[in-house]
């Protein structure tokens, strides 16, 4: 029926009423806050092209995990600044590494914060590329086994949820059978799943000093005019075991995000990036 039967804004009267018949809910339980790790102690460097934003040596880290638990955040993911880089990525799948040392400080501090681990190598290869070099290309098939070790290595250091951010085929599968195999089963994986190549991503690569030092990486992060493709990939990761999914960027693709909500089950994550960030402060 019609006005005047019916009145949309009878619902809309009070802040009660508006709240009782809200849709949709955020709280900060959904949130995860991105963290970056670096040597040092008492080390608190704001990044310039984020204000507020720090790279945090451990000790620094640990304090702002704790607030971060005591504010209801529902977890943090780490991104390492290891202290040297090399050709062959040693520093992502070393126990001894920025990350693994970050996370069992945080696990003994604030063992119920969750913690998931970003796993990809362009923060400790020395030319900046996800992955190692072949007649100047990333290989993608020998790339895995560094991103399985990886995994397995943040797993061990008690990781709860490792995240390949690195946009190489295949990845999900090499991780959950090396995760399997060392008995880590109960690990899930985030994918990365639907990753484009994006300028938004400029800031970020200021914070984790993860630029490329030659070239770009488009061979193997996404078009950002390929909607489709983007499905595809999603699809391929889930049919390798992961367990949660990602698009990122989010805002620019919000009609991707629509369209997996309606076609996939898995838990679906929407990464605010940091260009996106820096537009708005």
């Known amino acids: 029926m019609a006005f005047p039967v019916n009145r949309m804004r009878r619902l809309?009267?009070?802040?009660?009423?508006?709240s009782l018949v809200r849709e949709t809910h955020l709280s900060p339980a959904q949130f995860v806050l991105p963290l970056f790790v670096c040597p040092g102690e008492g080390v608190r460097r704001e990044i310039g092209a984020m204000p507020g934003n720090y790279q945090l040596s451990i000790d620094e880290l640990v304090k702002e995990c704790a607030e971060t638990a005591r504010l209801g955040v529902g977890g943090v993911i780490l991104f390492g600044i290891p202290a040297t880089k090399d050709e062959t990525a040693s520093g992502a799948y070393d126990d001894s590494g920025i990350v693994q040392q970050a996370v069992r400080a945080i696990k003994k501090e604030v063992?119920?914060?969750?913690?998931i681990t970003d796993v990809c190598n362009c923060e400790y290869t020395s030319h900046g590329h996800c992955g190692k070099i072949v007649d100047g290309d990333v290989d993608n098939d020998n790339t895995l086994e560094w991103l399985a070790a990886s995994a397995v290595s943040h797993a061990r250091a008690g990781a709860d949820i490792v995240a390949p951010s690195d946009m190489?085929?295949?990845?999900?599968?090499?991780?959950r059978k090396a995760l399997d195999l060392q008995g880590f089963q109960n690990t899930p994986i985030l994918a990365y799943a639907a990753k484009f190549a994006s300028v938004f991503y400029g800031p970020f690569r200021e914070a984790a000093e993860s630029a490329p030092q030659f070239g770009d990486r488009r061979s193997y992060q996404m078009d950002p005019a390929n909607g489709r493709e983007a499905m595809r990939e999603i699809e391929l990761d889930i049919e390798e075991g992961a367990d949660m999914i990602m698009v990122k960027p989010a805002m620019p693709y919000l009609d991707l995000i629509r369209q997996a909500r309606d076609r996939f089950e898995l838990p679906l994550a929407a990464y605010q990036v940091s260009g996106e960030f820096s537009m708005i402060v």
């Open 111 to 115: 063992p119920a914060l969750v913690v």
């Open 168 to 175: 190489m085929d295949g990845r999900v599968g090499a991780i």
């Open 12 to 18: 809309r009267a009070t802040a009660s009423l508006r």
